[in-house]
Protein backbone atom coordinates (compact mmCIF):
# COMPACT_ATOMS: atom_id res chain seq x y z
CA UNK A 1 0.00 0.00 0.00
CA UNK A 2 1.26 3.43 -0.79
CA UNK A 3 0.03 6.80 1.00
CA UNK A 4 1.10 10.68 0.81
CA UNK A 5 0.96 13.50 3.34
CA UNK A 6 1.30 16.78 2.11
CA UNK A 7 1.88 18.72 5.23
CA UNK A 8 0.03 22.36 4.81
CA UNK A 9 -3.42 22.94 3.04
CA UNK A 10 -2.57 26.14 2.19
CA UNK A 11 0.73 28.06 2.03
CA UNK A 12 1.70 31.57 1.50
CA UNK A 13 4.55 33.63 0.36
CA UNK A 14 5.76 36.58 -0.74
CA UNK A 15 6.41 37.18 -4.53
CA UNK A 16 10.92 36.77 -4.38
CA UNK A 17 10.92 34.64 -1.71
CA UNK A 18 11.38 30.96 -0.96
CA UNK A 19 8.58 28.14 -2.20
CA UNK A 20 9.02 25.46 -0.15
CA UNK A 21 5.66 22.37 -0.18
CA UNK A 22 6.25 19.38 1.60
CA UNK A 23 5.57 16.29 1.28
CA UNK A 24 5.82 12.90 2.95
CA UNK A 25 4.89 9.25 1.43
CA UNK A 26 4.60 5.27 2.66
CA UNK A 27 5.71 3.12 0.21
CA UNK A 28 6.21 -0.99 1.14
CA UNK A 29 7.93 -0.93 -2.73
CA UNK A 30 10.80 1.43 -4.00
CA UNK A 31 8.38 4.45 -5.02
CA UNK A 32 8.16 6.76 -7.70
CA UNK A 33 7.18 10.14 -6.74
CA UNK A 34 5.65 12.76 -8.61
CA UNK A 35 4.58 16.74 -8.31
CA UNK A 36 1.96 18.07 -10.51
CA UNK A 37 0.62 21.34 -10.34
CA UNK A 38 -2.90 22.05 -11.34
CA UNK A 39 -4.20 25.60 -12.12
CA UNK A 40 -7.70 27.22 -11.81
CA UNK A 41 -10.26 25.02 -13.91
CA UNK A 42 -7.92 23.40 -15.74
CA UNK A 43 -5.97 19.25 -15.22
CA UNK A 44 -2.44 18.39 -13.55
CA UNK A 45 0.62 19.16 -14.98
CA UNK A 46 3.74 17.39 -13.99
CA UNK A 47 6.04 19.68 -12.99
CA UNK A 48 8.84 16.76 -12.04
CA UNK A 49 9.62 13.33 -11.05
CA UNK A 50 11.94 10.73 -9.38
CA UNK A 51 12.45 7.13 -10.67
CA UNK A 52 15.83 6.31 -9.75
CA UNK A 53 19.37 8.19 -10.09
CA UNK A 54 19.78 11.58 -8.84
CA UNK A 55 17.94 12.34 -5.73
CA UNK A 56 17.56 16.29 -6.35
CA UNK A 57 15.49 16.38 -9.28
CA UNK A 58 14.87 19.40 -11.35
CA UNK A 59 11.37 20.63 -13.30
CA UNK A 60 9.35 22.91 -15.16
CA UNK A 61 9.14 26.64 -14.16
CA UNK A 62 11.99 26.60 -11.76
CA UNK A 63 11.02 24.15 -9.33
CA UNK A 64 13.35 20.92 -8.09
CA UNK A 65 12.65 18.79 -5.75
CA UNK A 66 14.66 15.60 -3.55
CA UNK A 67 14.09 12.78 -2.71
CA UNK A 68 15.15 11.51 0.77
CA UNK A 69 14.53 8.59 1.41
CA UNK A 70 15.77 8.17 5.06
CA UNK A 71 13.39 11.02 5.93
CA UNK A 72 10.57 9.52 3.50
CA UNK A 73 10.13 12.88 2.30
CA UNK A 74 10.14 14.58 -1.30
CA UNK A 75 9.60 18.43 -0.82
CA UNK A 76 9.21 21.02 -3.29
CA UNK A 77 11.16 24.02 -3.71
CA UNK A 78 11.80 27.20 -5.87
CA UNK A 79 14.13 29.69 -4.34
CA UNK A 80 12.12 32.80 -5.94
CA UNK A 81 8.17 32.81 -6.27
CA UNK A 82 6.45 34.35 -8.92
CA UNK A 83 3.09 35.51 -8.91
CA UNK A 84 1.88 33.06 -11.92
CA UNK A 85 3.17 30.01 -9.26
CA UNK A 86 -0.27 30.12 -8.21
CA UNK A 87 -2.01 27.30 -8.32
CA UNK A 88 -2.75 23.85 -6.29
CA UNK A 89 0.25 21.11 -6.18
CA UNK A 90 -0.09 17.49 -5.44
CA UNK A 91 2.00 14.83 -4.62
CA UNK A 92 1.96 11.24 -5.75
CA UNK A 93 3.75 8.03 -5.71
CA UNK A 94 3.29 4.75 -7.53
CA UNK A 95 5.20 2.07 -7.96
CA UNK A 96 4.92 -1.91 -7.61
CA UNK A 97 4.36 -2.92 -10.84
CA UNK A 98 1.90 -0.78 -11.85
CA UNK A 99 1.50 3.14 -12.72
CA UNK A 100 -1.70 3.87 -10.70
CA UNK A 101 -0.82 6.77 -8.75
CA UNK A 102 -1.96 7.98 -4.92
CA UNK A 103 -2.13 11.66 -4.61
CA UNK A 104 -1.80 13.70 -1.48
CA UNK A 105 -4.78 16.27 -0.78
CA UNK A 106 -2.63 19.18 -2.17
CA UNK A 107 -1.40 22.26 -0.99
CA UNK A 108 -3.06 25.53 -1.99
CA UNK A 109 0.07 28.11 -3.13
CA UNK A 110 -0.92 31.69 -2.74
CA UNK A 111 1.48 34.53 -4.02
CA UNK A 112 1.86 37.63 -1.74
CA UNK A 113 2.39 41.07 -4.10
CA UNK B 1 0.79 18.71 -29.15
CA UNK B 2 -0.41 15.23 -27.64
CA UNK B 3 -3.02 15.89 -25.39
CA UNK B 4 -5.74 13.78 -23.52
CA UNK B 5 -8.85 14.98 -24.80
CA UNK B 6 -12.08 14.85 -22.39
CA UNK B 7 -15.83 15.61 -23.50
CA UNK B 8 -18.29 16.80 -22.31
CA UNK B 9 -16.25 19.74 -20.28
CA UNK B 10 -19.31 20.64 -18.30
CA UNK B 11 -22.16 19.23 -17.62
CA UNK B 12 -25.39 19.85 -16.06
CA UNK B 13 -27.92 17.27 -15.17
CA UNK B 14 -30.58 16.20 -13.50
CA UNK B 15 -30.83 13.35 -10.31
CA UNK B 16 -31.60 10.45 -12.11
CA UNK B 17 -30.07 11.26 -15.65
CA UNK B 18 -28.02 8.97 -17.35
CA UNK B 19 -24.55 10.86 -17.62
CA UNK B 20 -21.55 9.73 -19.92
CA UNK B 21 -18.01 11.01 -20.28
CA UNK B 22 -15.52 10.08 -22.83
CA UNK B 23 -11.80 10.33 -23.20
CA UNK B 24 -9.51 9.90 -26.13
CA UNK B 25 -6.14 9.18 -24.55
CA UNK B 26 -2.90 10.01 -26.05
CA UNK B 27 -2.08 8.11 -29.36
CA UNK B 28 0.10 5.40 -29.05
CA UNK B 29 -0.92 5.28 -24.42
CA UNK B 30 -2.05 1.70 -23.47
CA UNK B 31 -3.09 2.90 -19.89
CA UNK B 32 -5.83 4.34 -19.18
CA UNK B 33 -6.87 6.37 -15.57
CA UNK B 34 -10.44 7.59 -14.35
CA UNK B 35 -9.70 9.99 -11.14
CA UNK B 36 -12.32 12.20 -9.63
CA UNK B 37 -11.71 14.98 -7.75
CA UNK B 38 -13.76 16.56 -4.77
CA UNK B 39 -13.07 19.05 -2.11
CA UNK B 40 -13.95 16.78 0.58
CA UNK B 41 -12.39 13.40 -0.84
CA UNK B 42 -9.29 15.10 -3.07
CA UNK B 43 -7.90 13.10 -6.24
CA UNK B 44 -9.59 9.54 -6.24
CA UNK B 45 -9.09 6.79 -8.70
CA UNK B 46 -11.83 5.42 -10.22
CA UNK B 47 -10.18 2.88 -13.01
CA UNK B 48 -7.41 1.63 -14.97
CA UNK B 49 -6.98 0.30 -17.83
CA UNK B 50 -4.08 -0.98 -19.43
CA UNK B 51 -4.30 -2.54 -23.13
CA UNK B 52 -7.84 -1.73 -23.08
CA UNK B 53 -8.54 -4.14 -19.97
CA UNK B 54 -9.71 -3.46 -16.50
CA UNK B 55 -6.89 -3.52 -14.06
CA UNK B 56 -8.51 -1.86 -10.93
CA UNK B 57 -11.55 -0.22 -10.49
CA UNK B 58 -11.80 -1.16 -6.68
CA UNK B 59 -12.48 2.81 -6.01
CA UNK B 60 -15.53 3.06 -8.29
CA UNK B 61 -19.05 2.21 -7.11
CA UNK B 62 -20.08 -0.88 -9.20
CA UNK B 63 -24.53 -0.18 -8.59
CA UNK B 64 -24.05 3.29 -10.62
CA UNK B 65 -21.05 3.46 -12.26
CA UNK B 66 -19.16 1.72 -15.38
CA UNK B 67 -16.47 1.94 -17.28
CA UNK B 68 -15.25 0.65 -20.14
CA UNK B 69 -12.65 0.80 -23.48
CA UNK B 70 -14.58 -0.06 -26.21
CA UNK B 71 -11.28 0.93 -28.39
CA UNK B 72 -7.81 1.85 -27.86
CA UNK B 73 -8.74 5.53 -28.77
CA UNK B 74 -12.03 6.21 -26.71
CA UNK B 75 -12.47 5.59 -22.54
CA UNK B 76 -15.89 5.60 -21.38
CA UNK B 77 -17.55 6.52 -17.73
CA UNK B 78 -20.64 6.37 -17.46
CA UNK B 79 -22.69 7.14 -14.45
CA UNK B 80 -26.57 5.75 -14.32
CA UNK B 81 -28.42 6.94 -12.36
CA UNK B 82 -26.51 10.20 -11.43
CA UNK B 83 -27.30 11.46 -7.92
CA UNK B 84 -25.97 14.54 -6.25
CA UNK B 85 -23.12 13.40 -4.40
CA UNK B 86 -21.48 12.82 -7.93
CA UNK B 87 -20.92 16.47 -8.94
CA UNK B 88 -17.15 16.38 -9.25
CA UNK B 89 -14.61 16.61 -11.43
CA UNK B 90 -13.87 14.02 -13.40
CA UNK B 91 -10.18 13.42 -15.07
CA UNK B 92 -8.97 10.73 -18.02
CA UNK B 93 -5.53 10.26 -17.86
CA UNK B 94 -3.34 8.39 -20.01
CA UNK B 95 0.26 6.82 -19.71
CA UNK B 96 2.78 5.07 -22.46
CA UNK B 97 2.74 1.79 -20.52
CA UNK B 98 6.40 1.02 -21.12
CA UNK B 99 7.86 -0.87 -18.50
CA UNK B 100 5.41 -1.06 -16.69
CA UNK B 101 6.00 0.33 -13.24
CA UNK B 102 8.82 1.72 -14.01
CA UNK B 103 7.48 5.96 -13.61
CA UNK B 104 6.02 6.57 -16.22
CA UNK B 105 4.50 10.04 -16.84
CA UNK B 106 0.60 10.21 -16.79
CA UNK B 107 -0.73 13.01 -18.41
CA UNK B 108 -4.21 14.49 -17.32
CA UNK B 109 -7.17 15.90 -19.53
CA UNK B 110 -8.57 18.86 -18.94
CA UNK B 111 -11.79 17.32 -16.85
CA UNK B 112 -14.98 16.94 -17.44
CA UNK B 113 -17.16 19.28 -14.72
CA UNK B 114 -20.33 17.53 -13.57
CA UNK B 115 -22.56 19.04 -11.60
CA UNK B 116 -26.24 16.97 -10.70
CA UNK B 117 -28.87 18.53 -9.55
Known amino acids: AQSVTQLGSHVSVSEGALVLLRCNYS??????LFWYVQYPNQGLQLLLK??????LVKGINGFEAEFKKSETSFHLTKPSAHMSDAAEYFC???????????FGTGTRLTIIP | DARVTQTPRHKVTEMGQEVTMRCQPI?????VFWYRQTMMQGLELLAY????????DSGMPKDRFSAEMPDATLATLKIQPSEPRDSAVYFC???????????????FGEGSWLTVV
Open chain 2, 27 to 31: LGHNT
Open chain 1, 27 to 32: SSVPPY
Open chain 1, 92 to 102: AVSGGGNEKLT
Open chain 2, 49 to 56: FRNRAPLD
Open chain 1, 50 to 55: YTTGAT
Open chain 2, 93 to 107: ASGPGRRAGSGNTIY
